[in-house]
């Protein structure tokens, strides 16, 4: 978010100073179909863009944004990774941050984790985190002589959003145009670079195919569930703070969650948490689950005044609330340090299933 964009440089400042992808649980091919004809849901207002399967048209770029040149100036070569480039059937160059820990081999392979970063703060806002100190030690695989994990920072596009002011428009994720058919000619083109930039950390030899893993945080944590649930190779995805991404409560196609792979997904609100998204994340899950069963997912709402699990959203922190606006832009701008172990052993404990 570009209100916490300067917050988290710092305390990311502080931080520092201290091949192809297998088939993952398919779904049934009636789920398939229905994925493909997702129907649209309450809320659907312009019946002009929503005569599509994929719900809003594609998100336009921000043209001359101070965001795409900031972007490119991103601490790739501070965090000791390695630049990936690609461009995309619109010409525009895409760019992402591997970061392998020296004992990633092809005799010992690491998982690979893609982290989302949040919108109108390019990758810099691991920083933000407590994932890079961890990259070295964390127990994703349950083998000890595997410790760590190989990290892809993909780097978003500025385009216009379906948020509130000052977020028109932002560095991130087109979560709105939901075309993950990769037949398609008109595919996602985040969806697109994403694939791109796990093919070639795949080439490298030294990822444990079985154990490729999504997660991010805000608009990227939404873009890394959309992801999660419709790409083949994925094993599971653990987000903090996501819009719905289906049902976003700004969002002007609203559409029914669809599914082509039975992802498990693990969702991590605050309880106050900015526009309401702790409600409207918490009933994305509820209808996540009751269309798709079989997907195993667990949906944490987290009291940021003492970091308690609770059972439900704060109710004075509803969409378009001052509460949202004041106290939940502030708890949405922090990354949960203490829950972060909780997202790893999720992920640990859902490998690919084939």
Known sequence: ??????????????????????????????????????????????????????????????????????????????????????????????????????NASPQKPLPLLVWLHPSGIPIDSVLGTNILPLRKKADLTGDPERPGFILLLPEGRDTEHFYGFPLLTGYGWDNWYRNLDRNSDSLNLDAAAIDQFIQVAEAKGNVDTQRVYMSGWSNGASFALLYALNTPGIAAAAVYSAPAPFSDFNDPCWQTPFATQATPVYDLHSSCDIDGICQTGT????????????????????????????????????????????????????????YTQDMFTFLREHPLVQ
């Open 283 to 338: 009933q994305f899950f509820a209808e996540l689950g009751a269309t798709f069963p079989q997907i195993p997912q667990k949906s944490v709402i987290v009291n940021r005044k003492n970091g308690k699990v609770v059972s439900a959203c704060d109710a004075s922190c509803g969409p378009g609330s001052s509460n949202a606006a004041s106290t939940g832009t502030a708890n949405h701008s922090v990354w949960p340090f203490r």
């Open 1 to 102: 978010m570009i209100y916490a964009r300067i917050g988290v440089l710092i305390v990311g400042i502080g931080l520092l100073a201290s091949g192809g992808m297998a088939l993952s649980q398919p779904l049934p091919v009636s789920d398939v179909t229905q994925a493909a004809t997702a129907t649209l849901g309450p809320g659907a207002q312009d019946s002009t863009d929503c005569q599509t399967p994929y719900g809003d048209t594609p998100r336009p770029l921000t043209p001359l944004s101070p965001d795409q040149w900031f972007g490119y100036q991103n601490s790739c070569w501070i965090l000791g990774g390695e630049r990936l480039w690609w461009q995309d059937r619109n010409k525009f160059w895409r760019n992402a941050c591997l970061i392998t820990p020296p």
